[in-house]
C-alpha cells in the first residue's frame, strides 16, 4: 500500500508538471504567433522605393516611402522597388549592376563587332537607366535586365556596323550614343519594360588585341601621310600667298610706271605745246631762252669746257671754268 501511494504521488506530479508545461508551450506559441503577425503587419518603404503590393500574387496597390501595414501570414506581400536609383549595365567589361544583382555570365566576344567598312573593334559600353513603372517592371515583363541587355547589343551592333572604323574610334562616338539611347528606348516602350533609358555611352573603343600592332602600322603609316600633307599644305600656303603677293606687287609697280610714264608724256607734250606758243608769239627770244636754259642743264656734266670765238682762227686762251665753274673768270 505504501509503495502504490507513493506511485499514485509520482504519477500526480508529473501530471501536473505537464500541465504546467503545455500552459506554457501554448502561451509561448501564441505570443510567437502574435509576434509574427505584428512583424508581418508593419513594414517600411525606402526614400527611394515604391512598394508593389500583392494579394494572394494579384497586384493591388502601390505605397509610398514611409511606414505602412498590410495584412500578414503571406496573405499580402510587398515588394519594394527603387524608383530613384540609377541601375547600370556594363557590356564588354564581365561586370553587370541591376536590381537583382544577376551574373550574366557575360562572355567577352559581346564586344567584338564589325565596322560599315569591315574591320574588327573592340566595343566597350554602358548603359544607365531607371525604373519609371514598377508595375510593368514586375508583371508585364520576364527578366527585365535580360531583355535591357539583349536590345542593347543589337543596337549597338547596328549602329557600329553604319560607320567606318576610323568613324567609331573618333568623330562618331557621341552621335552613336545619341542614336543608341534613343533606339533601346523606342523597343524598350514597345516592350512596356517600365524602364527609363538615361545615358547609353561608349566607354572604350580599341581594335582587338590579336590586330594591335598591324593597325598601330596602319595608323602611323595613316598619320605619316596626314603629317606630309599638312605639310605639303603649310608650304603651299606659304609659297603660294608669297608669289600671289610678289605678282601683284609687279603689277602694280608696272601700272605705276606706266602711269608715270603717261603723265610724264602728257606733261612733256603739253610743255611743248606751250613752249611753241611762245616760240610762235617771240621766235628769237623764246629760241635763246631755250638755248640758255639747255646750256644750263648740260655745262655742270661736261668735264673739259673750251670756249672757241668763231670768228677767230685760233684757240682763244683757256678759261679754267672746268675747276671752280668759271667764278672769277
Known sequence: MAR????????????????????????????????????????????????VIQRFGKYIRLNSPGLHAKIPFGI????????????????????????????????????????????????????QYKIKDPIKFLFVVRNPQTIIRDVSEVIMRRLVGDYTVDEVLTIKREE???????????????????????????????????????????????????KMINQAWEAYNKAIPKAKGEAERTIREAEGYSLDKINRAKGEAERFLATLNEYKKAPEITQK??????????????????????RQSSILPLLDIGKRGGEGQ
Open 76 to 127: 499580402e506581400k510587398v515588394t519594394p522597388i527603387k524608383v530613384e536609383k540609377i541601375f547600370k549595365e556594363e557590356f564588354g567589361t564581365g561586370r553587370v549592376d541591376s536590381p537583382s544583382s544577376i551574373n550574366m555570365g557575360e562572355n567577352r566576344d559581346v564586344s567584338l563587332m564589325l565596322t560599315g567598312d569591315l574591320n574588327i573593334l573592340d566595343v566597350r559600353w554602358i548603359v
Open 289 to 310: 631762252r631755250l638755248y640758255l636754259e639747255t646750256l644750263n642743264e648740260v655745262l655742270p656734266k661736261v668735264k673739259d669746257k673750251y670756249i672757241i670765238d668763231p
Open 176 to 226: 552613336i550614343d545619341h542614336l543608341a539611347q534613343v533606339e533601346t528606348q523606342k523597343i524598350l516602350d514597345e516592350y512596356q519594360t517600365g524602364v527609363q533609358v538615361v545615358t547609353v555611352k561608349l566607354l572604350d573603343v580599341n581594335p582587338p588585341d590579336k590586330v594591335k600592332p598591324a593597325f598601330n602600322e596602319v595608323n602611323e603609316a595613316k598619320q605619316e601621310k596626314e
Open 4 to 51: 502504490y501511494a507513493y506511485a499514485r504521488r509520482n504519477n500526480q506530479c508529473r501530471q501536473k508538471k505537464f500541465s504546467e508545461f503545455s500552459k506554457y508551450f501554448i502561451w509561448t506559441a501564441v505570443a510567437l504567433f502574435i509576434i509574427m503577425g505584428l512583424k508581418g503587419l508593419i513594414y517600411s518603404i525606402g526614400p527611394d522605393e515604391v512598394g
